[in-house]
């Protein structure tokens, strides 16, 4: 025996999640490879306890509890099933949802949120990802909510926009000529990217296509501009509105999700850095290092303290500030490498996801009835005549 130790947990599909009003975290564990086999052999600095637990068996060894832990037998069709499939159903109820894909580079944060997408959807590709996944069953639920209700009248609209954060500026994936985007505040609208490209989409393979085409320009963007994508944060959002009649008043209801692939969680080297490498390196550390701050003081102010949450300091935490400790329904997928080799980065990932896991939101449903606000200014005004009169 190499010291593998490969007892199996019974994979369960309970779906406990967003029962409580906490950060959902989930940690995923890749399968060795080739390259850490040769070096390390099978040895690992893991063990996985159960289903919600893993040991890092470093020094000393350390006891984490989460969610989930999903170890390299966990298929994607699975881990949607438990992490991708509850979103859908948050985002037809009207909740805000939002993944995000924490990890070191080559830990598997883009084969979970991406995969295989050339191949098209689940039904292609066993490798296809979390979000194409997502766009497959949320549009298969829409069709059919649009044919139950059909004396409602009820109607869809899906838009997305798909964005990458670099050295704290906003490239626009889907149409790369667009350049300096502003992240803008108001109280309309929210926190947004101003000038950022929306495209509707009415169907999985829209979304795919789109997906398709942003990877091809964050591709040609690293080129051009000479820079490692594992370096960058990728969103890609969608914004869910439905509108629907019912005894005469007209419903609307809306949410964004957000689907977060972030830049590699490994220290940046800086040393020997100049200029803008240097610029580089330290921009790079400013959106994940204030991803943690933000985490750090959400953690204390669920605990009861006053602390400002510094969301404003990076373009991360600014335009994903509902996401985190806000409006909405959010979850993290910190993947991690089994192998020795990467015991300290899959230590320091395990340490982030612990601290995300204390994390309080608050969603709540994005609707609004214009029918009652037309029949309260009515009854407003048939009490001010009332009132008149009486005078
Ligand atoms: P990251 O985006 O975190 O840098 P990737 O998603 O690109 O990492 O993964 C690195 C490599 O490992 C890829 O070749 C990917 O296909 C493979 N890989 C990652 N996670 C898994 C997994 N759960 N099962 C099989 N292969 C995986
Ligand atoms: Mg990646």
Redesign the pocket.
Known sequence: DHGVTSQSFEFQEDPFFWKDHNVQVII?I??L?NSEMSLQGYNKCIRQDSCQSITWTGHPESRFTFDLVAD?NVSQENLFKVAGLPMVDNCMGGYNSCMF?Y??????????MLGDIEGGTRRHSVNCGMTPRVFESLFSRIQKEKESRREEKLRFTCKCSFLEIYNEQILDLLDPSIVNLQIREDAKRGVYVENLKEVEVTSARDVIQQLVQGAANRKVAATNMNLAS?RSHSVFTCVIESKWESQGVTHHRFARLNLV?LA?SERQKSSGAEGERLKEATNINKSLSTLGLVIMNLVSVSNGKSLHVPYRDSKLTFLLQDSLGGNSKTSIIA?ISPSNCCSLETLSTLKFAQRAKFIKNNAIVNEDASGDVIAMRMQIQQLKKEVSRLR
Do not use: C, F, L, M
């Not at 070191?104 to 979970?112: C, D, L, P």
């Open positions: 995923r890749r399968p490879n390299e894909a990890g070191q580079t080559g830990s598997g944060k883009t084969h979970t594992s692939d590699g993947n």
